[in-house]
């Protein structure tokens, strides 16, 4: 029985890059998972710029393999059409994988999309929702209390000034010129 052929370079080349790759995607994808699955304050409100830069980084990551995934998706399509208007043999065939492939890939997508998406509600949930009624009610309380201290502090300014001279001398009645 005949050894198969080695791959050539570029197979064995390609390979390479794709393993490691794969590998930190499903790696990216369980931390993802497990900060988002357990509750984590951590995960909400980064504690310390470390994990601030921790997460920033994971996103900018995410970004760009989000990138490179469009342009690999948008270089295939482009291949894939003009091998197609050119007419070469298989391209039917090939057109038909790469759409089934496209609209199995959809269902992940969508799946991450929802998951975001109640990721991000919660998120904001926990970020707004009580905070925003304490300010709230804060306030009025401090609004009150102004009033309250305007209003303490208006009466003991009007409280002296009936007895003042100036005010005095202006109510008291005022003597008639005597007639000639």
């Known amino acids: 029985m005949p050894n198969p052929t080695p791959p050539?370079?570029?197979?064995?080349?390609?390979?390479?890059v794709i393993i490691p790759l794969?590998?930190?995607?499903?790696l990216l994808f369980g931390i993802l998972l497990s900060q988002s699955s357990f509750d984590?304050?951590?995960?909400?409100?980064?504690?310390n710029n470390l994990q601030l830069l921790f997460f920033?980084?994971?996103?900018?990551?995410?970004?760009?393999?989000?990138?490179?995934l469009t342009f690999v998706l948008a270089r295939n399509l482009l291949k894939l059409f003009a091998e197609r208007r050119l007419g070469v043999l298989g391209s039917k065939f090939r057109t038909r994988l790469v759409v089934t492939g496209l609209l199995l890939s959809?269902?992940?997508?969508?799946?991450?999309f929802w998951f975001a998406y109640g990721l991000m509600n919660r998120t904001i949930d926990r970020w707004f929702?009580?905070?925003?009624?304490?300010?709230r009610e804060d306030t009025q309380v401090m609004a009150s209390l102004l009033a309250t201290y305007a209003q303490q502090n208006a009466i003991a300014?009007?409280?002296p000034m009936p007895e003042s001279p100036p005010v005095t001398s202006a109510f008291r009645p005022a003597r008639r010129p005597d007639p000639l």
Do not use: H
């Open 8 to 16: 050539p370079d570029r197979e064995r080349n390609r390979k390479r």
């Open 22 to 26: 794969a590998v930190g995607i499903a």
């Open 157 to 159: 300014a009007a409280r």
């Open 106 to 112: 959809f269902l992940p997508v969508i799946v991450m």
């Open 129 to 135: 929702s009580r905070p925003v009624e304490e300010v």
């Open 40 to 47: 984590q304050p951590a995960f909400l409100n980064p504690d």
């Open 56 to 68: 920033a980084s994971l996103s900018a990551l995410i970004f760009l393999l989000f990138v490179a």
